[in-house]
């Protein structure tokens, strides 16, 4: 059963890791470029001109983009925090509903397994999908950044499991969501729309200090690479909660999944 999950999510898996690493690439291929010449400088001073709370949503207020691991801090970490959120947000919703829209949920039941089993085995695969994908990117940028230069080890070790934590909520609250329905086509808009309003309200949460609870409404607010970068440390409360909330969107997910009429 694990293996034939593995099986079916793997080319996904394969399309939306190959967009980060393409994405990246350009990045390590283009940059030395810039930053060795004089679009730096006007680069440089473009920032200035920006508001301090603009930057400060990219966290370019407390790092520089002057080298690849600088951009990496900032807009780098965003692009990855969102890709990543996108495809937990897409995999939770559509690996049980799958089954139900090309009926082969019917060859499930005939099979002597139970439905705890079926999303036991799911559950298993979509998170070891997601932890693969956040090791393998970093693994590519590790190698991609000791190439450019020198870079804060610990910093970037830390700075790339952060995505861990907001996608696994992610794909825990869009499977949830999906047991309340039967067609993949109803969640995928809504597993997009949790994924882009919680990233505005990220954003939104530190523009001002009137907009600042916008963050505990926010999923990313759960990977905080600001106060990674700052204190060189994962603050191990945000572990603890994400961890809390997963394991509770996934044991109501198991009841709610129990009391489904499959079609």
């Known amino acids: 059963m694990f293996k034939r999950e593995m099986k079916i999510n793997l080319k996904n898996f394969i399309i939306w890791t ?10 390590f291929l283009i940059y030395p470029s810039i930053i060795n010449s004089q679009n730096f400088e006007l680069i ?4 200035k001109m920006f508001p301090k709370e603009i930057l400060k949503a990219f966290n370019m207020d407390i790092s520089s983009i002057n080298s690849v691991f600088g951009w990496l801090k900032t807009e780098g970490f965003v692009f990855l925090l969102l890709i990543t959120g996108i495809y937990s947000a897409l995999l939770g919703s559509n690996i049980l509903l799958k089954e139900e829209s ?15 089993n079926i999303l036991l085995n799911k559950i298993l695969c979509g998170l070891l999908y997601i932890i693969l994908m956040v090791l393998i990117v970093g693994i590519f940028n590790f190698i991609g950044l000791s190439l450019s230069g020198n870079f804060d080890t610990k910093l970037y070790i830390l700075l790339s499991i952060t995505p861990i934590f907001s996608s696994i909520v992610t794909f825990a609250l869009c499977l949830f969501l999906s047991t309340f329905t039967h067609k993949t086509k109803k969640t995928f808009g809504i597993s997009l729309g949790i994924v882009f309003v919680s990233y505005f309200f990220n954003v ?14 926010s999923i990313f607010s759960l990977a905080d690479i600001r106060n990674v970068i700052t204190n060189v440390a994962i603050n191990p409360l ?16 198991f009841i709610h999944y129990n009391k489904k009429e499959l079609v």
């Open 204 to 217: 939104l949460s530190e523009l001002s200090n009137s907009t600042k609870f916008l963050k505990y409404l």
């Open 44 to 47: 440089d001073e473009m920032m």
């Open 102 to 116: 090309d009926k082969t949920i019917e060859y499930l039941n005939s099979v002597p397994v139970t439905r705890n």
């Open 238 to 253: 945000l572990v603890a909660l994400s961890l809390f909330i997963t394991m509770i969107l996934l044991f109501f997910t």
């Open 18 to 27: 190959s967009i980060l690493i393409g994405l990246f690439l350009i990045v």
